[in-house]
């Protein structure tokens, strides 16, 4: 019997916390006036929608793994204790192209951070 069998269950707020997309998790870990702090996982091979902002900027810090930014069309690699600043209306799309889950802390500034504060552009490029 494994450790996990005994483990107690997420709550029902601890699940609202969570999405799961087709590429991985983002987890809610804290929110507040102008901010929200983002627990950000990314499967091996896959990306985030290449995305814009109208109200707010993002940091994100790669915890373990490797990400590929693409930042209004510049590309940069980092890993493990790397981080990058995303301004507002920006384009950009981060990809995991190793072979370990990427996980990211990403934190959110701005005015406005609801969903539909996102612009998605085609990810056919």
Same mark, same amino acid.
């Not at 997309?21 to 983002?38: A, C, D, K, M, S």
């Not at 889950?101 to 005015?111: A, S, T, W, Y």
């Given at each position: 019997m494994d450790d996990l069998t005994?483990? /107690?269950?997420?709550s029902p707020q601890e699940i609202e916390m969570t999405r799961t997309? /087709?590429?991985?998790?983002? +987890?809610?870990?804290?929110?507040?006036?102008?901010?929200?702090?983002?627990r950000i996982v990314i499967k091996p091979g896959h990306h985030m929608s290449t995305q814009m902002h109208y109200h707010r900027s993002e940091h994100w810090i790669v915890?373990?793994? +490797?990400?590929?930014?693409?930042?209004?069309?510049? !590309?940069?690699?980092?890993?493990?204790?790397?981080?990058?600043y995303v301004p507002m209306n920006t384009r950009h799309r981060v990809e995991n192209p190793g072979s370990i889950?990427?996980?990211?802390?990403?934190?959110?500034?701005? !005015?406005?951070?609801?969903?539909d504060d996102i612009h998605r552009f085609d990810d056919q490029e």
């Open positions: 005994n483990a /107690p269950s997420p997309p /087709p590429w991985g998790t983002v +987890t809610v870990l804290e929110e507040g006036p102008r901010y929200r702090i983002n915890v373990s793994g +490797t990400a590929r930014v693409i930042c209004d069309e510049k !590309e940069t690699l980092l890993k493990q204790k790397e981080s990058t889950p990427l996980v990211m802390i990403e934190v959110q500034n701005g !005015e406005y951070l609801g969903d």
